[in-house]
């Protein structure tokens, strides 16, 4: 028979406890999107850092995703909008919800310079007014399906 000490029971609660803070909180935000395809080089800054993802990286509101010259990424968001930006692009995701029960939600994004298109998915089919894409110049409101946008560097 083995027999319980106070120090093993503080070593147990210790090693528990450890385990617990370990873990990431349940209360983390949510992806929005998720990264499937990356050509060249792709950075994505979230609260002032610097990330290099891989195919599969989950993106969260605010997300900024650049891409280098020459480079590509494809993005997938939760509703099943695809985004692809081209060369030399900054691309914010501002705002977005879905709920997959009603198939509703928000979308909006900021194209900072370069080139998007995008094929819409269930949010545009359900609430075409809350989606939204905006430049520097403009805001276009979706009720189409599919469409390309660019714009230029103001240095805003």
């Given at each position: 028979m083995r027999r319980i000490t106070q120090g093993s029971r503080i070593a147990a609660y210790l090693?528990?406890?450890?385990?617990l803070l370990s873990q990431p909180l349940q209360a983390e935000t949510v992806g929005i999107g998720t990264i499937k395809t990356i050509s060249?080089?792709?950075?994505?800054?979230?609260?002032?850092?610097t990330l290099t993802p891989i195919p599969g990286f989950e993106l969260q509101e605010q997300d900024v995703v650049r891409t280098g010259a020459g480079?590509?990424?494809?993005?997938?968001?939760?509703?099943q909008t695809i985004l692809s930006a081209g060369a030399s692009s900054v691309l914010r995701l501002d705002k977005f919800s879905f709920d997959n029960k009603t198939q509703t939600g928000a979308m909006q994004t900021t194209l900072k310079k370069g080139r998007l298109s995008a094929i819409s998915g269930a949010i545009v089919k359900h609430s075409p007014e809350a989606v939204q894409f905006k430049?520097?110049?403009?805001?276009?409101?979706v009720r189409g399906t599919e469409f390309i946008i660019e714009a230029e560097d103001r240095g805003d």
């Open positions: 090693g528990g406890l450890c385990l060249g080089e792709v950075q994505v800054t979230r609260n002032a850092i480079s590509a990424v494809g993005i997938v968001m939760r509703d430049t520097s110049t403009m805001t276009l409101g």
